[in-house]
Nanobody, 126 residues
Framework: QVQLVESGGGAVQPGDSLRLSCSVS????????LAWFRQAPGKEREFVGA????????YYADSVKGRFTISKDNAMNTVDLQMDNLKPEDTAIYYC???????????????????WGQGTQVTVSS
């Protein structure tokens, strides 16, 4: 059984940086598309970014492009989300997700992913 556990959330001020980590157990990262989503209060879960399984390229939502970076460590079986220049609108619960069957056209769709972490809260406020 694949399990994902996020860590690293917290409360920061605008302009600060934060690094989230997602530990994957039950299988290796090989062949998995690894994604981050977020959900703010009263809003739907939205795509943040993903590292596509076969080519390893990363793709990001326009709202975070240039500020957020996804990386993975195959030896540690973790995928991280480095968040720089955080803004109040980045406040949300952040979830990591993984799946081996994601295709490019559905990469930003939450329902394309079978495996999810429990989420970690990120609050950006002055």
């Amino acid at each position: 059984q694949v399990q994902l556990v996020e860590s690293g959330g917290g409360a920061v001020q605008p302009g600060d940086s934060l690094r989230l980590s997602c530990s994957v157990s039950g299988r290796t990262l090989r062949g998995l598309t690894l994604a981050w989503f977020r959900q703010a209060p009263g809003k739907e879960r939205e795509f943040v970014g993903a590292m596509f399984r076969s080519i390893g390229n990363s793709y990001y939502a326009d709202s975070v492009k240039g500020r957020f970076t996804i990386s993975k460590d195959n030896a540690m079986n973790t995928v991280d989300l480095q968040m720089d220049n955080l803004k109040p609108e980045d406040t949300a619960i952040y979830y990591c997700a993984a799946d081996s069957g994601v295709i490019m056209s559905t990469m930003s769709t939450a329902r394309a992913y079978d495996y999810w972490g429990q989420g970690t809260q990120v609050t950006v406020s002055s």
